[in-house]
């Protein structure tokens, strides 16, 4: 039998043959539209894939690389990543300053931020961040301030440092060993205020206890009496001589008159301390001096009939002090507990004689003077030589009487006058004695006559003053 198989491969083609034909190449149509497609939708795909990697790597990345430029008030600093890190670095240095002044440290300025995009490489290590910060940094002291009338005085972190302040300057007062204290307060208006301040402000309680007791000054005037010089004043009011004089340039140290007004510049605490206390004490009371007139004494005479006596008073006084000083005193009881006896005083009304001393010595003659009281050639010589030519007056120097007209050693011709007041003088070489022994003699009376009797080397007085018996430099009495 014939193949079949064989015969149909190599027949013609039939109609029926034909339209299988068109339906094969439409399948292939449709199966190559299909991968077509299929390539669209794979590449399309991939196109997504690509696009969502690099969304997802530019997220990635922008959030790696998110950070902030950092500002300490108008200044760049440093570049962080987180803003709790440059956060954390101010903290930290805050910190380190109230440690370090032991105080509440105030910042003057803040962390600002500014957003930016960095790498690794671009951000600031923590150090550099602190070194940064640091070197911008303006801060205060948050503490106290000791006002005294409204003008700040001193600054202190501690409140309670500037309380012990106020308790030590009071210290010295608290005391009292005459009597009770009542109150203890100060004169200024006192305050302790919360502030801010810069550091270099901030002292020791021992440098505002300095500034407070020597703070300011006070101009004093002081009236020179008789005997006193710059350095006795500067001695009486314990400051230096040399300041004395600055102060008081118009003044020569050495011309100081009686009656000058010398400015004293001398420290006052800017705190006044006042103590108000009760203080009993007993105080004499003086007596009264009472004259009764005899007409049987000279002018010059008195003597004491009856002695005064002292009285005696019991006080209880409110006594206010500033610094130790009292400035008012107020008598609250007081009690006599011995009346004072009246002092009586006789005075004579008599007129003087012609021959009384009048307690001024004039210069018994006229002339040259040739030696002065004190040490000469080794030896004391106790009067003063007036060389004058021979036979000059010699005058009594004041009234008295003579108790010595004669010859006398090495004096020569002597003439002694008691004056009756506890003063003797002396006249000697005298060539003549024109007085005798008894006689009374007036102020300026001629005596004697200038000689150079005795131990001598030329015509001379040789004149002497004796104050109860001894002798002194008759310079000082003379005029």
Not at 161 to 172: A, F, G, H
Request: aromatic share 8%.
């Amino acid at each position: 039998m014939p193949d079949q198989s064989n015969v149909d491969s190599q027949s013609p083609v039939s109609p029926t043959d034909n339209s299988n034909s068109d339906s094969m190449f439409s399948n292939m149509r449709y199966i190559i539209k299909e991968k077509c497609s299929l390539k669209n939708i794979v590449i399309t795909l991939m196109l997504i894939v690509i696009v969502a990697s690099l969304v997802t790597i530019y997220k990635i990345n922008e959030i790696r690389t998110r950070g902030y430029i950092v500002y300490y008030g108008d200044k760049e600093v440093g570049i962080v990543r987180t803003q709790e890190e440059a956060n954390s670095v101010l903290d930290n240095i805050r910190k380190e300053l109230c440690s370090t002044y032991d105080s509440d440290i105030v910042l003057e300025d803040s962390l600002k931020f500014e957003d930016t995009h960095a790498k690794d490489n671009m951000l600031t290590t923590p150090e550099k961040l602190e070194s940064n910060i640091k070197s911008n940094l303006t801060y205060h002291v948050k503490g106290y301030v000791l006002k005294v009338n409204g003008q700040e005085i001193g600054y202190s972190n501690s409140r309670e440092k500037l309380e012990q302040l106020l308790e030590t300057i009071k210290e010295p007062y608290l005391n009292s060993k005459e009597g009770k204290i009542i109150d203890v307060s100060f004169v200024e208006d006192i305050k302790i205020e919360e502030t801010e301040f810069s550091l270099n402000k901030i002292s020791s309680t021992d440098e505002i206890l300095e500034h407070i007791l020597t703070g300011s000054e006070e101009v004093r005037i002081h009236i020179v009496e008789v005997g006193e010089s710059l350095w006795t004043i500067a001695k009486m009011y314990g400051i230096k001589v040399d300041d004395l004089i600055s102060a008081n340039p118009d003044k020569v140290p050495e011309r100081l008159q009686i009656g000058d007004e010398i400015k004293l510049t001398t420290p006052k605490p800017l705190i006044t301390v006042q103590v108000v206390e009760e203080i009993e004490y007993t105080a004499s009371t003086d007596f009264e001096v009472k004259t009764e007139y005899d007409n049987s004494m000279y002018k010059t005479q008195s003597k004491v009939k009856v002695k005064g006596e002292k009285g005696e008073t019991k006080y209880l006084s409110k006594i206010t002090k500033q610094n130790g000083i009292t400035v008012n005193e107020e008598i609250l009881k007081e009690e006599v507990i011995k009346e004072p006896v009246d002092q009586i005083v006789v005075q004579g009304t008599k007129e003087l004689p012609k021959t009384a001393a009048t307690g001024a010595f004039l210069m018994p003659t006229r002339g040259r003077l040739t030696s002065r009281y004190g040490m000469r050639n080794g030896r004391m010589h106790y009067g003063l030589d007036i060389a004058a030519s021979p036979g000059t007056a010699i005058k009594a120097a004041d009234g008295g009487k003579v108790v010595y007209a004669g010859w006398k050693g090495s004096y020569g011709y002597l003439v002694e006058i008691d004056h009756e007041n506890g003063y003797r003088t002396r006249y000697a070489h005298c060539s003549k004695i024109e007085v005798k022994v008894g006689d009374r003699v007036y102020k300026g009376q001629v005596i004697a006559r200038v000689g150079s009797t005795g131990n001598s080397t030329g015509p001379h007085l040789h004149f002497e003053v004796l104050k109860n018996g001894v002798h002194v430099n008759p310079a000082g009495f003379v005029y």
